[in-house]
């Protein structure tokens, strides 16, 4: 036990029990004679929750609204952050390729699925305060704990490269050369984290990812059928061509791309290190809404946005992420046509900093290592490190000339969608939990949805492989 | 091993903790939200049943063939 402050306490008070200054204040569930060690990230989360306070004890229509706006972030910036480089290459390639009928009430429905999920963590977070590594590996052992590690360590590394890949064929529609386009948008990393506190962070990747609606302009220079438009969300249409392997592909990838294990581990780190509690939990929930809302709204706009391809009889086989930007220019002209890009360029900027911090939040959990944005680059070393790492690496690999962009993240889309099964029966088992959340165990009605989310995946995962392993056997299952 | 894990290791005072900045922390915050505490308390490890233990290796044993048959779908493409 340490009894008194030393050297290698960075602004940290270590109080012994005994001379606590507010020991009335101090935890019962302490071990007798233990220590609290007051530190900067325990400083900065208590002035956000101060403010939190401040505004919960006024009444009236503004310090509500104001609350709101203290409380929002995690569920706005998981959901936005998901609609990534890749995703929204899978929604333009979906558009060209099959217009809107099948598709516009199926992505409406994934984002209702990412809903279902993301509420779980929500309050897997705010109950515990702890993040989703951390608590599988000590519900679970480390044995499960790893497996579950590796698969997020993979994912996000192979979704990080096709970030890189969006942001270089973003830029790319403007001049710029993919070196500098890399690079600079690792600068941009960089320089968020530099701000060493979770709310300042949170602020800036908030108002950057709301540039995700760039692509509604974008649907609208179209000049979509709405007629046809509301038709299609409200009757549904049988999927375009049949169920081969190329639909199962898109279905896979655009379902991989509103529901992915990163998700899951990031939007509970961000809560606990924003220090929502169970009191927070409403707001946390209409958060997470108003985040899959904006995101369905993107996502649509994107597919609305490259449908004019697909009523033209384009072929989108050979479009990467910019081509799409070139290829609309007749449709929606220069400004529309940058706009594009420059929403793709955004979405895979805003998805390399949530998913890169995932999985530092991640490593620190398990590795015992501090992990928090509200920390110091001196205190967070590895937690910074890890994240800068990854994306270096990530961003590295891009570099490399010829990769077939479409490709790549319609595959990365479907191991996301493979991996969410086993992810999801470890927050499953979490939030049904009772020795950790207490009343806040799930009711009847979520587990029944985050079953049927299960169910969907698994079948989904199937088909995909009967269509790679024996494609005719989807004739079986009504394909071609 | 809980020791190891101090929010405040391997780095140098630079200021003190003010008795504001104390009050502040223990009134603003969950007793289980400061860094120290937590890592004094992890939730205990649980017994997985037989149906749970089926369940995680039938899921891992799902996920590592449908690897496999992405790396196939791309070894084909390839080819």
Redesign the interface.
């Given at each position: 036990m340490k009894e008194t402050k030393t050297a290698s306490e960075p602004r940290g008070l270590t109080i012994p029990r005994s001379n606590a200054l507010n020991e009335d204040a101090l935890n019962d569930q302490r071990k007798p004679g233990s220590d609290v060690v007051i530190t900067h990230e325990d400083i900065d989360r208590a002035h956000d929750r101060e403010r939190v306070s401040e505004m919960r004890a006024q009444h009236g229509f503004r310090p509500r609204l104001r609350l709101f706006w203290l409380l929002i972030g995690p569920g706005i910036l998981v959901m936005l952050g998901e609609n990534d480089g890749p995703s929204m290459v899978s929604y333009a390639a979906t558009g060209a390729r099959f217009g809107i009928g099948f598709f516009v009430p199926f992505i409406a429905l994934t984002f209702l699925m990412a809903c279902v999920v993301q509420e779980m963590t929500v309050r897997l977070g705010a109950a515990t305060h702890r993040g989703h590594a951390e608590l599988i590996f000590d519900r679970f052992g480390p044995f499960w704990g790893w497996f579950s590690m590796i698969d997020l360590m993979v994912g996000n590394f192979l979704t990080l490269v096709t970030e890189f890949i969006a942001i270089r064929a973003g830029l790319g529609f403007f001049g710029v050369r993919p070196a500098v386009a890399v690079l600079g948008a690792l600068l941009v990393l960089s320089v968020a984290l530099m701000t060493h506190r979770y709310w300042t962070w949170e602020r800036i990747i908030l108002g950057a990812a709301m540039f995700n609606l760039m692509f509604v302009p974008v649907a609208l220079m179209t000049h979509p059928h709405w007629g046809t438009v509301g038709r299609a969300l409200v009757t549904g249409r049988p999927l375009p061509g049949g169920l081969t392997q190329e639909t199962v592909l898109v279905l896979l990838a655009d379902i991989g791309a509103t529901v992915t294990p990163w998700m899951l581990f990031f939007q509970q780190s961000a809560i606990a290190d924003k220090g929502l509690t169970t009191r927070d939990i409403r707001f946390g929930r209409v958060d997470t809404v108003l985040g899959a809302a904006l995101a369905t709204v993107a996502a649509l706009a994107t597919m609305l946005a490259t449908a004019p391809l697909f009523m033209h009889h384009m072929s989108a086989a050979n479009f990467e992420a910019a081509e799409f930007a070139q290829a609309l220019q007749p449709f929606v002209g220069h400004w529309g046509a940058a706009l594009f890009a420059l929403g793709i360029f955004e979405a895979g900027m805003v998805a390399a900093i949530t998913i890169s911090t995932s999985s530092a939040y991640a490593f620190g959990e398990v590795a015992r290592r501090p992990h928090s944005l509200n920390l110091p680059f001196k205190q967070g070393r590895a937690f910074y490190l890890v994240l800068l790492v990854e994306a270096a690496a990530a961003a590295g690999l891009v570099l490399i000339p010829g990769i077939p962009l479409v490709y790549i993240v319609l595959l990365v889309n479907v191991i996301a969608v493979l991996a969410m099964p086993p992810a999801l029966l470890f927050l499953y088992m979490l939030v049904n939990d009772r020795e950790i959340m207490g009343a806040l165990v799930s009711p009847l009605w979520a587990n029944v949805l985050a079953l049927g989310v299960v169910i969907v995946l698994i079948g989904a995962g199937l088909l995909f492989g009967v269509s790679v392993i024996a494609p005719n056997a989807l004739a079986l299952v009504g394909g071609k | 091993?809980v020791k190891?894990?101090?929010?405040?290791?391997?780095?140098?005072?630079?200021?003190?903790?003010s008795?504001e900045?104390?009050?502040?922390?223990?009134?603003?915050?969950?007793?289980?939200?400061?860094?120290?505490?937590?890592?004094?308390?992890?939730?205990?490890?649980?017994r997985?049943t037989r149906t749970?233990m089926l369940?995680?290796w039938a899921?891992?044993i799902?996920?590592v063939?449908?690897?496999g048959?992405?790396v196939?779908?791309?070894w084909t493409?390839v080819r």
């Amino acid at each position: 036990m340490k009894e008194t402050k030393t050297a290698s306490e960075p602004r940290g008070l270590t109080i012994p029990r005994s001379n606590a200054l507010n020991e009335d204040a101090l935890n019962d569930q302490r071990k007798p004679g233990s220590d609290v060690v007051i530190t900067h990230e325990d400083i900065d989360r208590a002035h956000d929750r101060e403010r939190v306070s401040e505004m919960r004890a006024q009444h009236g229509f503004r310090p509500r609204l104001r609350l709101f706006w203290l409380l929002i972030g995690p569920g706005i910036l998981v959901m936005l952050g998901e609609n990534d480089g890749p995703s929204m290459v899978s929604y333009a390639a979906t558009g060209a390729r099959f217009g809107i009928g099948f598709f516009v009430p199926f992505i409406a429905l994934t984002f209702l699925m990412a809903c279902v999920v993301q509420e779980m963590t929500v309050r897997l977070g705010a109950a515990t305060h702890r993040g989703h590594a951390e608590l599988i590996f000590d519900r679970f052992g480390p044995f499960w704990g790893w497996f579950s590690m590796i698969d997020l360590m993979v994912g996000n590394f192979l979704t990080l490269v096709t970030e890189f890949i969006a942001i270089r064929a973003g830029l790319g529609f403007f001049g710029v050369r993919p070196a500098v386009a890399v690079l600079g948008a690792l600068l941009v990393l960089s320089v968020a984290l530099m701000t060493h506190r979770y709310w300042t962070w949170e602020r800036i990747i908030l108002g950057a990812a709301m540039f995700n609606l760039m692509f509604v302009p974008v649907a609208l220079m179209t000049h979509p059928h709405w007629g046809t438009v509301g038709r299609a969300l409200v009757t549904g249409r049988p999927l375009p061509g049949g169920l081969t392997q190329e639909t199962v592909l898109v279905l896979l990838a655009d379902i991989g791309a509103t529901v992915t294990p990163w998700m899951l581990f990031f939007q509970q780190s961000a809560i606990a290190d924003k220090g929502l509690t169970t009191r927070d939990i409403r707001f946390g929930r209409v958060d997470t809404v108003l985040g899959a809302a904006l995101a369905t709204v993107a996502a649509l706009a994107t597919m609305l946005a490259t449908a004019p391809l697909f009523m033209h009889h384009m072929s989108a086989a050979n479009f990467e992420a910019a081509e799409f930007a070139q290829a609309l220019q007749p449709f929606v002209g220069h400004w529309g046509a940058a706009l594009f890009a420059l929403g793709i360029f955004e979405a895979g900027m805003v998805a390399a900093i949530t998913i890169s911090t995932s999985s530092a939040y991640a490593f620190g959990e398990v590795a015992r290592r501090p992990h928090s944005l509200n920390l110091p680059f001196k205190q967070g070393r590895a937690f910074y490190l890890v994240l800068l790492v990854e994306a270096a690496a990530a961003a590295g690999l891009v570099l490399i000339p010829g990769i077939p962009l479409v490709y790549i993240v319609l595959l990365v889309n479907v191991i996301a969608v493979l991996a969410m099964p086993p992810a999801l029966l470890f927050l499953y088992m979490l939030v049904n939990d009772r020795e950790i959340m207490g009343a806040l165990v799930s009711p009847l009605w979520a587990n029944v949805l985050a079953l049927g989310v299960v169910i969907v995946l698994i079948g989904a995962g199937l088909l995909f492989g009967v269509s790679v392993i024996a494609p005719n056997a989807l004739a079986l299952v009504g394909g071609k | 091993m809980v020791k190891e894990f101090n929010a405040a290791a391997g780095a140098e005072v630079s200021a003190e903790v003010s008795r504001e900045e104390f009050t502040s922390v223990m009134t603003a915050l969950e007793p289980d939200q400061i860094v120290s505490t937590k890592e004094h308390h992890h939730c205990p490890r649980r017994r997985l049943t037989r149906t749970e233990m089926l369940l995680f290796w039938a899921l891992r044993i799902y996920l590592v063939f449908m690897v496999g048959v992405v790396v196939y779908q791309i070894w084909t493409s390839v080819r």
